[in-house]
């Protein structure tokens, strides 16, 4: 079935770049996405990636995405105690027309000052 | 893009009772969807509801577990007899057009069974 994997943890000094990778099982899906989830908030939508990109790039966002390897990256370039957040990053699912998402496992990123 | 707001924010209940909780669209959107978190746990996906009928649902989603619009407007899930393990946060999020097929949460329900 369809899976999602992140790796659970990342620290980085404010300033530096962070990377949070993922790793999925499906190689038909057709969009790849980026969540944040603030301590007791919802998710908020930070990017996404069609599968025939190799890479977007949004202000301090860079999503990198290796459809043969089945990984897909989010770096976050000069990154500010107010990243500080649990990432998750979610592929679309397949089965008909729903569009339902299926979610990682998500990585905390904490922001050191 | 405007999102969804969910009512209550918060709810504490004793097994066995009945909870609903509403999304209410900010617009006139065709389809929505139901995920819950489990504390520390993954994302997980409910119910996908377009048009008023349901589209897809998971194995999560047994007969305690109901949807529906039934003004045509506010979009609920309902959970018949609750249970311990059905305490987790529940989000409500709508089908953006466009490139990207993007869906956009509402800020959550805590739900609580004691």
């Known amino acids: 079935g369809e899976d999602v994997e992140q790796s659970l943890f990342l620290s980085v000094r404010e300033g530096d770049s962070s990377v949070i990778n993922c790793t999925y099982t499906?190689?038909?899906?057709?969009?790849l996405y980026w969540y944040k989830q603030e301590p007791g908030a919802g998710l908020q939508l930070l990017t996404y990636?069609?599968?025939?990109?190799d890479m977007k790039q949004d202000q301090r966002l860079t999503v990198l995405l290796n459809k043969k390897d089945k990984h897909l990256s989010l770096r976050i370039a000069d990154t500010q105690t107010g990243d500080s957040a649990i990432y998750f990053c979610?592929?679309?699912?397949?089965?008909?027309?729903?569009?339902?998402?299926?979610f990682g496992t998500g990585t905390l990123l904490a922001v050191q000052p | 893009e405007p999102e969804v707001t969910q009512t209550p924010s918060h709810q504490v209940t004793q097994m066995g009772q009945e909870v609903i909780l509403r999304c209410v669209p900010i617009?006139?959107?065709?389809?929505f969807y139901w995920y819950r978190q489990i504390l520390g746990q993954k994302v997980e996906f409910l119910v996908s509801?377009?048009?008023?009928?349901?589209?897809?649902k998971s194995e999560i989603f047994d007969d305690q577990f109901s949807v529906e619009r039934p003004d045509g407007s506010n979009f609920t899930l309902k959970i018949r007899s609750t249970k311990l393990e059905d305490s987790a946060m529940y989000f409500c999020?709508?089908?953006?057009?466009?490139?990207?097929?993007?869906?956009?949460f509402g800020p959550g329900t805590r739900l609580l069974v004691l």
């Open positions: 999020a709508r089908l953006a057009g466009g490139p990207g097929e993007t869906q956009y």
């Open positions: 499906d190689s038909s899906s057709t969009y």
């Open positions: 979610a592929e679309k699912g397949l089965g008909g027309a729903t569009n339902k998402l299926i």
């Open positions: 990636i069609f599968s025939n990109m």
């Open positions: 617009s006139n959107h065709l389809y």
């Open positions: 509801f377009y048009n008023n009928e349901i589209s897809e």
